[in-house]
């Protein structure tokens, strides 16, 4: 229903940036993920969580297995020829901040927070300038037939802020970001306590 792919010579240049600054990337695509050996310990390592460093390449693998199907693909330089489908690219471990990476991007793409980890300054998300979570809301409502007065979205994080200002009741979590709690209507629980049911007891929803 919704799918935009980054450009190759935007892929190109995105992976060039990330791999001269030292980022660990992961490519997302419609399907799968793609990701290189020399990336995939710094990124099992933040999504693992608090833990004992990932040291173990079958470790490492377990980790990173919650995006589904992966690819391990080390020929970075040709991502841009090999990969048909990309969306975003989510990386960390940069030896430059994200306001620095987002300096040296092509034109058509932003970068974001992390949605994955934790919002640390050398990590981030880049995606299409023109696409956002509200996006794909729109898209479907659209599609259902769905007026915005009738959409609750919920989040926690500076990339969801223009889910939480643009639909009809936004809803932050407790524990979000305080970006993210301004852009809300209403600020319920954090994410590890029954947020979502309090909300929906709030606006009386059942």
């Known amino acids: 229903m919704l799918h935009s792919q980054l450009k190759p010579d935007q892929v190109?240049?995105?992976?060039?940036?990330?791999?001269?600054?030292?980022?660990?990337?992961?490519?997302?695509?419609?399907?799968?993920?793609?990701?290189?050996?020399?990336?995939?310990?710094?990124?099992?390592?933040?999504?693992?969580?608090?833990?004992?460093?990932?040291?173990?390449?079958e470790e490492a693998r377990r980790q990173v297995a919650v995006w589904g199907k992966v690819i391990y693909d080390d020929d970075t330089a040709n991502y841009h020829i090999n990969h048909k489908s990309p969306e975003s690219y989510c990386f960390c471990n940069a030896d430059i901040t994200r306001e620095q990476i987002k300096k040296q991007l092509p034109s058509g793409v932003k970068i974001l927070p992390p949605s994955f980890m934790e919002n640390e300054p050398t990590s981030g998300e880049i995606i299409l300038e023109n696409i956002s979570k509200m996006t794909g809301i729109n898209t479907i409502a659209k599609h259902l037939g769905v007026a915005n007065a009738n959409i609750y979205a919920f989040g926690d994080g500076d990339n969801d802020i223009e889910m939480l200002s643009g639909a009809g009741h936004g809803i932050a979590m407790q524990n979000g970001s305080q970006a993210c709690k301004a852009a809300a209507e209403f600020i319920t629980g954090d994410q590890y306590s029954v947020a979502i049911y309090n909300a929906l007891a709030h606006y009386k929803i059942f």
């Open 12 to 57: 190109k240049q995105i992976v060039q940036i990330l791999t001269d600054n030292n980022a660990s990337f992961v490519e997302q695509g419609l399907n799968a993920v793609a990701i290189s050996t020399s990336s995939l310990f710094g990124l099992a390592q933040k999504v693992g969580g608090p833990k004992e460093e990932v040291v173990s390449l």
